[in-house]
């Protein structure tokens, strides 16, 4: 085995277990289990895993080890020693600000995407008069990659940044499709990851508020997975089909594509996959207004949810968290008007959030906000500081779901303008706006 084949020992993963939590693996392990059932999180971590992490064989776990990690150590996946995967081949430009000096430093990434410099996701393909010539395994993996670092930077910034990145990056994938030279089993593979990035390029057309681009796109995505035989992507543009639709105040063809979406994702191992697609349901339901069946498809995506993480789990299902959970059903919550309920569940969203998943946050937080304006028996004072806390996401996560869940924050809490606490924020939210640091 040549050198640079060989595992990186990760010490300094071992110099946290030992020196900050003076512990063996074997405590170390069951630290890492106790934890993650705090999270909600039931994981069979051991002694073995731990080794493995710190002797390099494992550069990057799992994302429920990441999330678990994080949450014990307080530090970063790098900050611990762990490498998260990189594009191959590179889907970032050279001059972008990804490179490992940025990588190093947050501010200078976020100041970066924020400016919009550098977030052209560079599929390699050459000057647009140049024919793709043979697709391979590099391309396949570079599509891929691009959707994995989509996802990632919109989790923590919002969709502003890399809707026109997605559309170049999907813009590219076609043409490898429409013009290269490639086997049956390589076009199998592209289509499959195409449709992915379809999928990603749709999530950040909805989160702008571009619902007609995001249903093309999903049904792209629908189209490509009965081509390529794909179920997982199948289920995925289903379930994408059915958020989209209860956020058009659509609740019967929101209901329609849940469950057709768990009827594809039986058949592939993943209870995590099929709790998502049953909290989609439910929330059909609760727009629909039923109650009973809303309860139902809740305890049903719980239950799911309980079995616990799987190898089967699709690597996007990252961000369904418990916090996540908790949120999708204060939504549901929401619609059936249970507000002090609804509340409740979007402070626990974003408690069980912790400091990932940034836009996420920053929505359960307004959500907070409108049901504490809202209820029975309205809070103002802790509607306004809720408020408060979501326009402290700006400018840094740019999403215009964001702003208009704002806007809504702003809607809601007119009624109580009288109180101090409300009348400040909606001059500071006037102002942040006004100003342009909430715009996309």
């Not at 971590?45 to 990441?66: F, H, I, M």
């Not at 998260?84 to 995407?113: I, Q």
């Not at 009348?423 to 006004?434: G, K, L, N």
Request: glycine share 10%; charged share 20%; with cysteine.
């Amino acid at each position: 085995m040549a050198d640079q084949d060989k595992p990186r020992p990760n010490t300094r993963l071992r110099a946290v277990r030992e020196l900050e939590f003076q512990m063996s693996r074997g405590e170390f392990a069951s630290a890492v289990r106790k934890a993650g059932r705090a999270m909600g999180e039931n994981v069979g971590c051991g002694s073995r895993l731990v080794a493995d992490w710190e002797d390099g064989k494992v550069t990057c776990p799992r994302a429920v080890y990441q999330r678990i990690l994080t949450q014990m150590t307080g530090r970063s996946m790098a900050d611990i020693g762990f490498r998260l995967p990189t594009p191959a081949p590179p889907v970032l430009p050279a001059s972008g600000p990804y490179g490992p000096k940025a990588e190093e430093d947050d501010v200078d990434r976020r100041a970066f995407l924020l400016d919009g410099a550098g977030t052209i996701l560079a599929l390699p393909l050459g000057s647009e008069k140049q024919a793709p010539g043979r697709i391979g395994a590099s391309e396949v993996r570079a599509v891929t990659a691009a959707v994995t670092t989509l996802y990632a930077q919109d989790h923590d910034h919002g969709s502003a940044p890399l809707r026109q990145a997605a559309a170049e990056a999907l813009h590219t994938a076609y043409q490898w499709l429409q013009t290269g030279t490639y086997t049956s089993r390589t076009e199998s593979k592209l289509r499959s990851a195409t449709g992915g990035l379809a999928v990603a390029a749709g999530w950040l057309s909805y989160d702008s508020g571009r619902a007609g681009d995001a249903h093309s796109l999903y049904g792209e995505a629908l189209a490509a997975a009965r081509i390529a035989d794909d179920p997982h992507l199948e289920a995925h543009a289903f379930g994408c089909l059915s958020l989209l639709a209860k956020a058009q105040g659509r609740p019967r063809e929101a209901i329609s594509a849940a469950q057709g979406a768990q009827t594809v994702a039986r058949q592939l191992g993943s209870p995590r996959l099929l709790s998502l697609f049953a909290m989609r349901e439910a929330g059909g339901w609760a727009l629909m207004g039923d109650s009973s069946a809303t309860d139902k498809a809740i305890v049903s995506a719980h239950t799911l949810y309980a079995q616990g993480p799987g190898d089967a789990d699709p690597p996007w299902l990252s961000f369904y968290a418990p916090g996540e959970l908790a949120g999708l059903e204060c939504l549901a919550r929401a619609d059936l008007g249970q507000h002090e309920r609804a509340a409740a569940g979007a402070e626990q969203a974003v408690l069980l959030h912790g400091e990932a998943f940034a836009r996420n946050r920053a929505l359960y937080t307004a959500d907070v906000a409108i049901q504490h304006a809202v209820r029975d028996r309205p809070e103002p004072e802790a509607a306004a500081e809720a408020a408060g806390r979501v326009l402290a996401f700006l400018p840094e996560v740019r999403s215009d779901r964001l702003l208009q869940s704002l806007h809504n924050v702003a809607g809601a809490l007119q009624r109580h303008n009288r109180v101090p606490a409300v009348a400040d924020w909606i001059e500071e939210y006037r102002a942040t706006t006004a100003t342009g640091g909430g715009r996309a």
